[in-house]
Nanobody, 118 residues
Framework: QVQLVESGGGLVQLGGSLKLSCATS????????MNWYRQAPGKERELVAT???????VYADSVKGRFTISRDNAKKTVYLQMNSLKPEDTAVYYC????????????WGQGTQVTVSS
């Protein structure tokens, strides 16, 4: 079955950087788009970044120029490099496999906490 396992979260100061990883299994990774979402306390889950199977990327306006999504098809892993972090980036970050060539529904990881202190 599909499994998504995030890692790399933690506590970082204003302006710092973190790199999240999402290791996948149980799927044909290379043919699927992948997403990163986040959910802050009391807020709805929001889409942060998307990478297509071909490597095309799309970002939320709030993270453009600061975050970079990438993928390594050989390692079946998707990454989110986060730079110039702000307190408003504090959230639980989730890796997502959307419905597509290899999935009939959304799949989610367990999430990883990112906390940015000021």
């Amino acid at each position: 079955q599909v499994q998504l396992v995030e890692s790399g979260g933690g506590l970082v100061q204003l302006g710092g950087s973190l790199k999240l990883s999402c290791a996948t299994s149980g799927m044909i990774f290379s043919i699927n788009a992948m997403n990163w979402y986040r959910q802050a306390p009391g807020k709805e889950r929001e889409l942060v970044a998307t990478i297509s199977s071909g490597g095309r990327t799309v970002y939320a306006d709030s993270v453009k120029g600061r975050f970079t999504i990438s993928r390594d098809n050989a390692k079946k892993t998707v990454y989110l490099q986060m730079n110039s972090l702000k307190p408003e980036d504090t959230a639980v970050y989730y890796c997502n496999l959307p419905p597509g060539p290899d999935a009939r529904r959304d799949y989610w990881g367990q999430g990883t906490q990112v906390t940015v202190s000021s």
